[in-house]
């Protein structure tokens, strides 16, 4: 089993930044890749961005140019640098880590964009 811990959220205002983290733990096998998805009140959960370990990087287009994805192979770190952050940020962001092909989630960290 892999644990996923997130943290960096909170509540910042429209054209803010904030920095999430999150960190897998566990019987780990092969890490292939790491993201991020998130979920507003009443929609869908969507893709963010995504960390492959062969270093290949996705974003969601209503995040390019303001949410960069990195990370660290060696911690089983992922991280989210998001910036100019607006209302419709607003939601809960959901780590994910594909672990040999299986997908594990984390318990979710809320972020907030408001004035």
């Known amino acids: 089993q892999v644990q996923l811990v997130e943290s960096g959220g909170g509540l910042v205002q429209p054209g803010g930044s904030l920095r999430l983290s999150c960190t897998a733990s566990g019987t780990i096998f092969s890490i292939r890749a790491m993201g991020w998805y998130r979920q507003a009140p009443g929609k869908q959960r969507e893709f963010v961005a995504n960390?492959?370990?062969?270093?290949?990087?996705a974003n969601a287009d209503s995040v390019k140019g303001r949410f960069t994805i990195s990370g660290d192979d060696a911690e089983n770190t992922v991280y989210l640098q998001m910036e100019s952050l607006k209302p419709e940020d607003t939601a809960v962001y959901y780590c994910?880590?594909?672990?040999?092909?299986?997908?594990?989630w984390g318990p979710g960290t809320q972020v907030t964009v408001s004035s």
């Open positions: 960390f492959g370990r062969d270093g290949r990087k």
């Open positions: 994910f880590a594909n672990d040999d092909g299986r997908i594990y």
